[in-house]
């Protein structure tokens, strides 16, 4: 009977030691296990004392503030004087001249210089217009090319009659109100005078001659 009880008494201590064993491991147990905390580190010494870390924070905030260059914007393109006066021609030729000057200008042009490159025709309507505002000769335009031997095409104070049909007669009003508005010109103010190549008269001797255009020489 007493070894029954000891027996007893032993597999009861037994049991009692495996069941603290198996319940001492929570995961043995069933139950859920927490994630690991994971703490943020901080940065280590060696960044924080970069030598070269303030002169990358301050060309960060000056790459802000500092203004961007502008593209630069193409120059205009140079148009040559020759092709906007032929440009100019276009715009303003017509058969129709608008008051009495600008119809003796235009017979001027057509009548001393048709066949005249279009740089020489403008050059003949800035002599008339530089004479009209020289002093030296009458201020009206008319007046300055009737005067007598002034301008060979002139017969007894009176203009032959243009062909106002002709491209020739259209280009000559385009000249004249080109010249008039001083849209184009190269003349100085002081050119009064010309004659064609083929003649040498005395007086353009004592002259200063400032170009040759065409057929024509002027002279201040």
Not at 12 to 35: C, H, K, Q, R
Not at 161 to 187: F, T
Not at 188 to 201: D, E, F
Request: contains cysteine.
């Amino acid at each position: 009977m007493n070894r029954i009880v000891r027996a007893a008494g032993f597999a009861a201590a037994a049991f009692a030691f495996v069941a603290g064993a198996s319940y001492s491991d929570p995961a043995a147990a069933g139950e859920t296990l927490a994630p690991p905390v994971v703490r943020s580190q901080a940065p280590e010494a060696s960044t924080m004392t970069d030598p070269n870390l303030f002169s990358k924070m301050w060309a960060d905030v000056t790459s802000l503030v500092t203004p961007k260059p502008e593209t630069p914007v193409p120059a205009p393109a140079v148009v040559p004087a020759a092709a906007r006066l032929a440009e100019l021609v276009l715009t303003y030729a017509g058969t129709q001249t608008g008051d009495r000057e600008m119809e003796c200008l235009a017979n001027a042009v057509y009548f001393e210089a048709r066949s005249e490159p279009i740089e020489g025709q403008l050059a003949v309507a800035e002599v008339v217009l530089n004479r009209a505002a020289s002093g030296r000769y009458p201020t009206d335009l008319c007046a300055v090319i009737t005067q007598k031997a002034q301008f060979s095409f002139i017969r007894r104070g009176r203009f032959p009659r243009a062909d106002r049909g002709s491209e020739a007669w259209k280009k000559a009003v385009a000249i004249a109100s080109i010249a008039r508005q001083k849209l184009a010109g190269s003349l100085p103010s002081s050119c009064l005078w010309y004659h064609a190549t083929y003649v040498s008269p005395k007086w353009g001797k004592r002259l200063t001659r400032q170009t040759q255009i065409g057929l024509h020489i002027f002279y201040s």
